[in-house]
């Protein structure tokens, strides 16, 4: 199973980035799919989480700024990020939770 991450890139405050997790090896349809991301300097820390089923969940930082959601035909993950700030600023990752798979990251800088 690989992850790829893409789309980040330099946007500033206020702005929109869409974050792709596309999926090889395995259906992203019947696996859950989290965003997870690091702030140079901090950990690691949670942002988003979709189910098999559907369900989602956010972090309370992002809630109601990011949207995560599915494309089954293109076995992909995105993460929809709007109203950014520069607190946001960080590597993202996507993590399939079963198997603890992790994709590359990506690089989200948003200026202030």
């Known amino acids: 199973v690989q992850l790829q991450a893409s789309g980040g890139g330099l946007v500033q405050a206020g702005g929109s980035l869409r974050l792709s997790c596309a999926a090889s090896?395995?259906?992203?349809?019947?696996?859950?799919i989290g965003w997870y991301r690091q702030a140079p300097g901090k950990q690691r820390e949670y942002v988003a989480f979709?189910?098999?089923?559907?369900?989602?969940d956010y972090a309370d930082s992002v809630k109601g700024r990011f949207t995560i959601s599915r494309d089954n035909a293109k076995n992909t993950v995105y993460l929809q990020m709007n109203s950014l700030k520069p607190e946001d600023t960080a590597v993202y990752y996507c993590?399939?939770?079963?198997?603890?798979?992790w994709g590359q990251g990506t690089l989200v800088t948003v200026s202030s």
């Open positions: 090896g395995s259906t992203v349809s019947i696996n859950a």
């Open positions: 979709i189910g098999s089923g559907g369900s989602t």
């Open positions: 993590r399939m939770i079963r198997g603890d798979r």
